[in-house]
C-alpha cells in the first residue's frame, strides 16, 4: 500500500481500516456487529474462538484502564488474535476520555480505532476536543467514534457520569459531530451505561429513527449500554439502523459467575480453560441475535 499521506499513511487508509470494512459491510448487510470488551486473555480468546466457529466478524474492545494496567500488553495480544484469526477481527479503545492517553493509544499501540469520548465536557469544547483527536487518530490510519449528547452511567474501566446530566442525542448534534470528520457516532436515546434497574430498558425509538434518517449512511451507528437487553429490544435497535453493538456484561456474566462459583474448587489452569468456553457460549449466543453469524 502507497504511504503517500500524513505521517506516512495511505490517502486511501479509511478503506483499509479493519474497523471500518467490519461496520461497512454490517451496514450493507443490515446486521450487527458485536463489539466486546475484554479485561483478560481469556476473554480475549474466547471470543475470537467464538467469531470463528460462528464465522462471524467481531470488534475486541478494550477501556483505557487495560493500557495503564498491563502497559499495552492486552492490547498486542488482541492485535496478534486479530491478525491471526480466520475472521476479519479489528481491535478497537473505547471511551478514551484523556487526550494524553489518546495520542499514546494513537502514536504506541496496534488499534483500528478509538472512540474519542469527549462527552464529560460541553457541547462546544466537546466538539472542539472531538475535531482535533480524530484529525490526530486519521492521520495515523486510525478511524474514530464519539458520542453526540452524553450517555448517562459508568461500567468497570470508565468513569461514571453519573453526577452529569444525561443529554439525549438531537438531529443538531449529529450534524456538528459529523463536521469533526468522526467515522461512527454513539447516540444516546435513552440507554444508559451500567444497569437499568427495574423497569429495564426505556428506549426512545422515535429518536433513533430520527437519528438514523439525520446520519443518512454518512456514518455507522453505534449502541452502547446494552446490559441486561432481552433479544427483542436487541434486533430491534440493529434494525432501526445499528451497526456496532458494544456489549460487556450481557457476554462475561455467565464468565463471572464461572469464577466466583468455582475459584476455590478448581486448579488455576481448569478454572480458565472453562472460563474460555462459558466466555464462547455467551458471544454465539449474542452473534446469532445480532445476525452476524455466518457473514465471514
Excluded at 183 to 205: C, R, T
Amino acid at each position: 500500500m502507497a504511504t503517500n499521506g500524513t505521517n506516512g499513511v495511505a490517502k486511501d487508509w479509511q478503506r483499509n481500516n479493519k474497523t471500518i470494512q467490519i461496520l461497512n459491510a454490517a451496514e450493507e448487510g443490515k446486521y450487527g456487529v458485536i463489539a466486546a470488551i475484554v479485561y483478560n486473555i481469556e476473554q480475549i480468546i474466547g471470543m475470537v474462538k467464538a467469531a470463528e466457529k460462528k464465522r462471524s466478524p467481531l470488534i475486541l474492545q478494550v477501556f483505557p484502564w487495560a493500557i495503564t494496567f498491563s502497559n499495552g500488553l492486552l492490547i498486542h495480544a488482541a492485535a496478534q488474535a486479530a491478525k491471526t484469526a480466520s475472521v476479519p477481527v479489528a481491535v478497537h479503545l473505547d471511551h478514551a476520555q484523556d487526550e494524553h492517553m489518546i495520542r499514546l493509544a494513537a502514536d504506541t499501540l496496534p488499534f483500528d480505532s478509538i472512540m474519542v469520548d469527549m462527552s464529560h465536557y460541553e457541547k462546544e469544547e466537546n466538539l472542539q476536543k472531538t475535531k482535533e483527536l480524530v484529525a490526530y487518530c486519521h492521520a495515523r490510519g486510525i478511524s474514530t467514534e464519539a458520542e453526540p449528547g452524553r450517555i448517562e452511567g459508568g461500567e468497570d474501566g470508565i468513569a461514571d457520569t453519573a453526577d452529569l446530566e444525561g443529554l439525549l442525542t438531537t438531529s443538531e448534534d449529529i450534524e456538528d459531530f459529523l463536521a469533526t470528520g468522526v467515522d461512527f457516532l454513539a447516540p444516546s436515546f435513552g440507554n444508559v451505561h451500567g444497569e437499568y434497574g427495574k423497569k429495564g430498558p426505556q428506549l426512545d425509538y422515535a429518536r433513533l429513527d430520527d437519528i438514523r434518517d439525520a446520519i443518512s449512511k454518512r456514518v455507522r451507528i453505534v449502541l452502547h449500554g446494552t446490559n441486561d437487553f432481552p433479544e427483542d429490544i436487541m434486533k430491534r435497535c440493529i434494525g432501526q439502523g445499528v451497526s456496532k453493538v458494544n456489549v460487556n456484561k450481557l457476554v462475561l456474566d455467565d464468565y463471572l459467575v464461572h469464577l466466583e462459583n468455582n475459584a476455590n474448587k478448581l486448579s488455576l489452569t481448569k478454572l480458565m480453560e472453562e472460563g474460555v468456553e462459558h466466555v464462547i457460549k455467551s458471544m454465539e449466543w449474542q452473534m446469532d441475535i445480532c445476525g452476524s453469524t455466518g457473514k465471514a
